[in-house]
C-alpha cells in the first residue's frame, strides 16, 4: 500500500475523533486528554451512539464531551441498516466539521464507516489499535472483516504491540505508517485506578471470578453452554461469580434462564468503568469473550481464560497470561478448576509479563500526529524533517 499523502498545518490541528461504542470511548479517552493538553491539536469527539446507554455513562465519567451525537441506536438492529445511517451521518459531520485528521479505534462499525467518511472527503486517517487479525473472516464477526477493510483507508498504523505491525507489514502497508504504541487501554485503566473513585461489585471474600460475555458468534446455544458452565462452577462453596450482562437482548435471552437466581452468581447491571475496573482489580480469575478485558486483566496480574475459539491478541496467550479455551463447557470448567485449585499454575499466569505496554500509548500517537502534521514535537521543538 502507498501512503496517503499528509497535508501540513502551521495552526492548530483540528482532530476529529469518531467512536460510537464503550470501548472505543475506553481506549479514545487518553487520546483526547493528550491532545487537549497539547498546544498543537483541537480536538472534537463526534459520537454515534452505537451502544446508546452504555457509551453515554462511559462518557460522562470519562469527561468526554461530544461535539455531534448521531443517535444511530435502534432496537435489535440490524447491520446492514446501522451501517447505512452511519456512513451518511459521519459523511455529514466530516464534511461539515473539515477536520485535518480523523481518529478511528479498533474494529467496530462506528470504526469503518467512520474511516469511509474521512477517506471519501480526503481527510487522512489514524487508526489506533490497528493490526490485529484472527485470520478467520467471520470470526469474530463482523470485527475482523471491519479491521482488514480499514487498513487500506488509513494514513497511520498505530499498532499495539509488533506482532500486530508485522499483520500490517505482511498486508503490503509500508513500514514508514506503522508505529508500535502499546495499547491505550492501558493508559486509561492506569488513570483510572489512580483515581480511586470506583467500587468493586465482589460482596465475600470467597475466590472471586469475573465473567464478560457479549460476542455475537456466541450467542444462542454456545452462550446457554458458557451459562451452565458458570453454574456447574458456582456450585463451589469457595467462588463468588460477577458476571455484569450486556444490554444486548440476545445475551440476557441466553443468560437468565441459566444463572438467575444463583446464589453464588451476580448478574448485575452494566457497570461503569471506573467500577468495572475496581471490580477486575478485586478479582482472581477473568473468563471473557472480550477482546479489551484481554488486555486488561494482565495489567493488574489476573489469569484470563478467553470463552472464543480464535483470539486477535494471540500476544497474551503466548505470553502465558491468557488461555485460549474455548466455548465447550467441560473445557471451561475444567480449565478454571484447575487454576482455582493449582497454586503454581495460577501464579505462572498471574506474574507473566504484560505484552499490551507501559500506559504511554497516546503519548507516542499524539507526538507522532504532531510531527507529521504540523512538523511539531511535543516539547515545542520545530520544523523537523518527517520519514
Partial sequence: MSAIPIPRRRGRIRAALILGTRPEAIKLAPVLRAMSASPFFEPAVISTGQHREMLDQMLQRLQMDSSRDLAVMRERQQLSGLTARLISGLGEAVRADAPDVVVVQGDTTTALMGALAAFYEGVPVAHVEAGLRTGVIGNPFPEELNRRLVAPMVRWH?????????????????????????????????????????????????????????????????MQGIAKALGELAARPDVEIVLPLHKSPAVRDALLPVLDGNPRVRLVEPLDYFDFAATLDASDLVLTDSGGVQEEAPTLGKPVLVLRTTTERPEAVDAGVALLVGTEPGEIVTAATRLLDDRVAYERMATAVNPFGDGRAAERIVRRLALDLAGRTESGEGDLAVA
Avoid: K, Y
Fill in 158 to 222: 498505530f499498532a499495539p504491540t509488533e506482532g500486530s505491525a508485522a499483520n500490517l507489514r505482511g498486508e503490503g502497508v509500508e513500514p514508514g505508517q506503522i508505529q508500535v504504541t502499546g495499547n491505550t487501554v492501558i493508559d486509561n485503566l492506569l488513570w483510572v485506578l489512580g483515581r480511586r473513585e470506583g467500587r468493586a461489585a465482589f460482596t465475600t471474600s470467597h475466590r472471586r471470578v469475573l465473567v464478560t460475555l457479549h460476542r455475537r458468534e456466541n450467542q444462542g446455544d454456545t
